[in-house]
């Protein structure tokens, strides 16, 4: 679990860096762009890693539709070559998880469970990961739910065209 806590880590370092280039689609990270997905790559540490922004988001408390503020809402697969484990997923919602809680993921009929800590959340080990990774690239989207340290249950939805050439090319990347 610490390893995949420092990977989310990397991660958000690394997207720290990069999403505001998203908005501005001029980052010399940004090596690709395919429909709802982008790719990126970093050299120090080396990883690449396929991006998206949801294309729906709702936030509910007590059964009704509220306007909350929350940062970037993300959903991500991404590889390191000086990695064990090649296509990780991790989702950022944008608010700090309540703690001890955990994500679901609806892909089709699929569903999976990601843990959370802070603000990341992924998925418990590898083979749920590659469970994962499949369901994405055969799917249409992805519908994560989950709940806030403030008690806001959101529900956001990530189109998953372009999603296996997005994650085809981060691999290929990083091999």
């Given amino acids: 679990m610490i390893t995949r806590f420092a990977g989310a880590l990397a991660v958000s370092l690394a997207c720290a860096v990069a999403m505001p ?18 790719v990126f790559e970093d050299s120090d540490p080396r990883e690449c890693w396929a991006v998206s922004a949801p294309t729906e988001t709702v936030n509910t408390r007590d059964g ?3 306007a909350v503020r929350r940062g970037d ?20 919602g944008g608010y700090p998880f309540a703690k001890g809680s955990t994500v679901n993921m609806k ?3 699929d569903s999976f469970e990601l843990f959370t800590e802070g603000e990341w959340a ?4 590898t083979a749920d990961d590659a469970k994962i990774l499949a369901a994405m690239k055969r799917g249409v989207d992805a519908v ?13 939805t990530f189109s998953l065209l372009g999603y296996t050439a997005a994650v085809d090319e981060a691999e290929k990347r990083c091999k």
């Fill in 107 to 109: 892909i089709g009929d």
């Fill in 144 to 156: 994560l739910t989950a709940r806030s340290s403030r008690g806001t249950q959101t529900r956001d």
């Fill in 64 to 66: 009704r539709v509220v």
């Fill in 21 to 38: 280039a998203v908005a501005q689609e001029t980052s010399t990270n940004q090596v690709a762009t395919s429909t709802a997905w982008s």
């Fill in 73 to 92: 809402i993300l959903l991500m697969t991404f590889f390191r070559p000086a990695a064990e484990v090649q296509g990780q997923v991790t989702f950022t």
């Fill in 122 to 125: 992924w998925p418990a080990n």
